[in-house]
């Protein structure tokens, strides 16, 4: 009977590893030649090989299977694939770039908030302005500290607890008196630049969360080391004169039965708002200060009679901010006001020294017997900043001849006498090219409020201009005062030099 011949099989046979190849051999008892060292490697780099073949079928995704199955077999869901690796390929020469580990953010720590923009230095400055007031504001105004760097620790710290001083204010107002003295003063600045009273919640009272203590034997102590207030944009929004003037001077406490009976109403009113409330903390003197800022002031709370009343209780003040302080007068509201002659009616007359067309008629009789009055009582004086007073400066110089030739008494400052300290004066225009283009800043030139149209910027260099030789003219005209008295030298600034380093905020 015929042997049936086997098909023969279609299978491949699975190749056998290198190393049984050798095992079989020699069990066999066949005789090998011995290996060299290149077939050793060689048959490494086949184990190896193979072994990554393997490797990438384990790491293969799972096939999913069908959702209804997957329901009746109770299978767990089929885990998502894994992400491709980018194709981005790292340059030759930079750092490797890590992934962030754990998972990622929550949206609302990622997703700005469109109903505030602080945390940014561009969020800052957008907060500035859209304020109703628009000056120049900048940290380094008043000498007597060192502003920290813009990228610094210190800088940052102080610039956010600033832009959310209300809610300092109302959780750490216990611990503010707590920081260190150069800190506390410093933050001031910060105050003036970065906070938007009118938006706050909480109100500032005056000096007290910084500079009291509950202590009294410390707080009088704690103020006596005080040399510097910048009080930049505080008068008329969270501090007035008076509350200034109780807090510099002192507080002595007066026994209400030796107190003097007041004169009207309004007095009374005053004596109540100056005099502490039983258990109400007495200030202590600050007998030290000597610097002092009381720059862009609110329209109605620059008053030169209470600044006058209150400038002879510091008598170690040596640098003084009046910036963007009204015209000098000691009757601010007589500016418009007219009074009526006695038998002719038709016939009337400015009811006080000066009036808004002083500055046309170039008579500054009453402003130079306040700038008088001001020289006498501050007569340690050795730095001046008058910067955005374009209007009336030139009253520290005036000769007493207005337009129409009459000659007038004149008083003025006493730049060879209580002033003959004053080494350097501040009478830039506050603004410029860049500040008006961005912040709308209404001009003022000659007293006539001229606002650019369309930011037209031929006219205002040529208001900038014109600004720059009033000011040259008031600067020499001081300097040669002090030269026909033979008294120190002085130096004027016209505010070129932040324009040029783009100082305005």
Same mark, same amino acid.
């Not at 999913?64 to 199955?69: E, F, G, R, T």
């Not at 203590?213 to 505080?234: I, P, Y």
């Not at 009033?470 to 120190?488: D, L, P, T």
């Given at each position: 009977?015929?042997?049936?011949?086997?098909?023969?099989?279609?299978?491949?046979?699975?190749?056998?590893?290198?190393?049984?190849?050798?095992?079989?051999?020699?069990?066999? +008892?066949?005789a090998t030649d011995q290996q060299s060292v290149n077939d050793i490697l060689q048959q490494m780099r086949n184990a190896s090989s193979l072994s990554k073949g393997a490797g990438w079928q384990?790491?293969?995704?799972?096939?999913?299977?069908?959702?209804?199955? &997957?329901?009746?077999?109770?299978?767990?869901?089929?885990?998502?694939?894994?992400?491709?690796?980018?194709?981005?390929r790292q340059a030759i020469g930079q750092r490797r770039l890590r992934r962030t580990p754990g998972p990622p953010p929550p949206l609302s720590w990622v997703t700005p908030n469109p109903g505030s923009s602080r945390g940014s230095d561009s969020g800052d400055r957008n907060i500035l302005r859209n304020r109703s007031v628009k000056f120049a504001r900048r940290l380094n105004r008043l000498p007597g500290a060192t502003v920290p760097s813009q990228g610094s620790l210190l800088h940052t710290t102080l610039r956010t607890m600033?832009?959310?001083?209300?809610?300092?204010?109302?959780?750490?107002?216990?611990?503010? @008196?707590?920081?260190?003295?150069?800190?506390?003063?410093?933050?001031?600045?910060?105050?003036s630049v970065y906070t938007d009273h009118p938006s706050m919640g909480v109100s500032m009272k005056g000096l007290e969360p910084l500079f009291t203590?509950?202590?009294?034997?410390? @707080? @009088?102590?704690?103020?006596?080391?005080?040399?510097?207030?910048?009080?930049?944009?505080?008068l008329g929004y969270w501090l007035n004169i008076k509350q200034l003037s109780r807090e510099l001077k002192g507080n002595i406490p007066m026994d209400k039965e030796k107190a003097p009976v007041p004169a009207s109403w309004e007095e009374e009113a005053d004596l109540e708002t100056t005099t502490p409330a039983p258990g109400q903390l007495d200030f202590a003197a600050m007998n030290n200060l000597r610097y002092l800022s009381l720059a862009s002031p609110a329209p109605d709370a620059a008053s030169w009679v209470s600044l006058l009343k209150l400038l002879p209780h510091l008598p170690t003040l040596t640098h003084l901010s009046l910036a963007y302080w009204p015209v000098p007068t000691l009757k601010p509201n007589s500016l418009t006001a007219s009074v009526s002659h006695a038998k002719h009616k038709q016939l009337t007359f400015?009811? +006080?020294? =000066?009036?808004?067309?002083? =500055?046309?008629?170039?008579?500054?009789?009453?402003?130079?017997?306040?700038?008088?009055?001001?020289?006498?009582?501050t007569y340690s004086l050795r730095w001046l900043d008058l910067e955005g007073c374009l209007e009336w400066i030139p009253a520290l110089c005036?000769?007493?001849?207005?337009?129409?030739?009459?000659?007038?008494?004149?008083? +003025?400052p006493e730049w060879n006498g209580s002033w003959r300290g004053v080494e350097w004066i501040e009478l830039g225009p506050g603004w410029g090219p860049e500040s008006s283009a961005q912040d709308n800043i209404t001009v003022k030139s000659g007293g006539e409020d001229t606002e650019p149209q369309q930011h037209d910027p031929q006219k205002e260099l040529e208001l900038l201009e014109d600004a720059s030789e009033?000011?040259?003219?008031?600067?020499?005209?001081?300097?040669?005062?002090? &030269?026909?008295? &033979? +008294?120190?030298w002085i130096h004027y600034s016209d505010g070129s030099e932040r324009r040029d380093t783009a100082q305005y905020t």
């Open positions: 009977m015929p042997k049936k011949h086997k098909a023969p099989s279609i299978k491949p046979k699975p190749a056998a590893h290198p190393s049984l190849e050798s095992s079989r051999s020699s069990g066999h +008892g066949k384990t790491r293969l995704a799972p096939r999913s299977v069908h959702p209804s199955l &997957r329901n009746i077999l109770e299978l767990p869901e089929t885990p998502p694939p894994r992400p491709r690796p980018t194709a981005a600033a832009t959310h001083w209300d809610w300092h204010l109302l959780y750490d107002g216990t611990f503010l @008196s707590t920081l260190p003295m150069h800190i506390r003063q410093l933050l001031l600045t910060y105050i203590t509950h202590d009294q034997e410390s @707080s @009088s102590n704690d103020r006596a080391e005080v040399t510097r207030l910048d009080l930049g944009f505080s400015q009811y +006080g020294g =000066s009036d808004t067309y002083s =500055s046309y008629e170039n008579n500054w009789v009453e402003a130079s017997i306040v700038l008088a009055k001001l020289s006498r009582t005036w000769d007493g001849v207005d337009i129409y030739g009459k000659t007038h008494e004149v008083t +003025g009033r000011i040259k003219a008031v600067g020499k005209r001081i300097q040669m005062i002090r &030269r026909e008295g &033979r +008294g120190k």
